[in-house]
């Protein structure tokens, strides 16, 4: 298995770290516009694996050498500095797009790879990577809401004391600022949320879950004013996703691609099912009406700001 990292900034150098760990990559290529930069984290990423599993690691000078990669990651692109939503990332990072989706395309299968896109923000860069690169929907795959999960799961593990593998709770719609708790589903290994509250005497008034929310929205914001960018999250969470589709896992993930929602086609995260091609299924969540209207607003403002791009 071989895989390609494109931008080995904060965030590419993380997801490295965390897929060489996992032991499941044999070779890993990684490219930046700053060669120097590609080749010291080849180097020291080099000399970290000779203490686990064998992978080999080297940085590339051009996209020649991503050829046979299986799956391309892009991390490439500006990141938030402090008081900057995502959004604002939009025309800086649509320019870095349009410049290397087209090197990626004309050096790989077409018929075998997949695309994890991580750059920001994230949903309008699903749409215009897939628009370009022209490959089913299904296999230009976004990180999407699975670290906004994961921020939900580790605040809900705090507060209830119970182990994040029990808790079973998802964050859906943009990655940013609109994102949605999908409050309907979550259960504690199959106990409604409620009824877990009630029998392990905590009470969870919707004071608590609008806190909650908020500390899932701002958990970037946060990180970011105390170490300048966050990247330890994206990378496992990058991980995670690889393995699913490089083991043909079939698990449910909160992905982004692009999909019918309502009367538009737009990417965002929902639940959908994944394996060695890609998104499978794409899973309608039984959402409550006002999280069904929240869900819609944040598609029409991954709409509104992918339309911008185009004008
Ligand atoms: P960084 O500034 O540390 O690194 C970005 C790297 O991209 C740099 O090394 C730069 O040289 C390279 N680059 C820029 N344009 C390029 C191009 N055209 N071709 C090749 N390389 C190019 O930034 P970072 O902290 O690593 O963040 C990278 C992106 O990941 C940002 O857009 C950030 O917002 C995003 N991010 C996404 C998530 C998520 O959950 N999806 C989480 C964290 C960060």
């Not at 996209?63 to 939009?90: F, H």
């Not at 989706?101 to 949903?123: C, E, F, G, S, W």
């Not at 409620?194 to 914001?221: E, G, W």
């Amino acid at each position: 298995m071989k895989i390609a990292i494109i931008g080995i900034g904060s965030v590419g150098s993380a997801v490295a770290t965390a897929v060489k760990n996992t032991g499941f990559v044999h070779e890993m290529v990684l490219f930046d516009r700053d060669g120097v930069r590609a080749r010291a984290a080849a180097e020291d990423l080099g000399h970290a694996a000779s203490f686990g599993f064998d992978v080999k690691i080297t940085a590339v000078s051009s996209y020649r050498g991503i050829k046979g990669s299986d799956i391309v990651i892009i991390s490439a692109g500006a990141n938030q500095k402090i008081g900057e939503t995502r959004t604002d990332l939009l025309n800086k990072n649509v320019e870095v797009i349009k410049d290397i989706i087209p090197k990626v395309m004309a050096n790989v299968d077409i018929k075998r790879v997949k695309i994890i896109m991580v750059t920001n923000p994230l949903d309008v860069l699903v749409m215009l990577a897939q628009r370009i690169s022209k490959l089913p929907s299904g296999k230009v795959i976004g990180t999407g809401t699975m670290l906004d999960s994961a921020r939900l799961r580790t605040i809900l593990s705090r507060q209830l004391s119970v182990s994040t593998k029990s808790i079973c709770g998802n964050v859906l719609g943009e990655h940013g600022d609109s994102s949605v708790i999908d409050w309907s589903s979550i259960n504690i290994d199959g106990i409604k949320l409620d009824d877990f509250c009630k029998q392990i005497k905590i009470s969870l008034p919707m004071t608590t879950k609008n806190t909650i929310c908020h500390r899932v929205h701002n958990a970037a914001y946060e990180i970011i004013q105390g170490r300048g960018a966050t990247w330890d999250g994206i990378g496992a969470a990058v991980s995670d996703l690889l393995r699913c589709i490089i083991n043909d896992e079939k698990r449910v993930l909160t992905v982004s691609c692009v999909s019918g929602i309502g009367n538009d086609t737009v990417a965002m995260s929902l639940p959908r099912i994944v394996g060695k091609d890609g998104v499978i299924i794409t899973l309608k969540p039984k959402l409550s009406s006002i999280e069904s209207n929240a869900l819609r607003k944040s598609a029409k403002i991954i709409r509104k700001n992918y339309n911008l791009i185009n004008n």
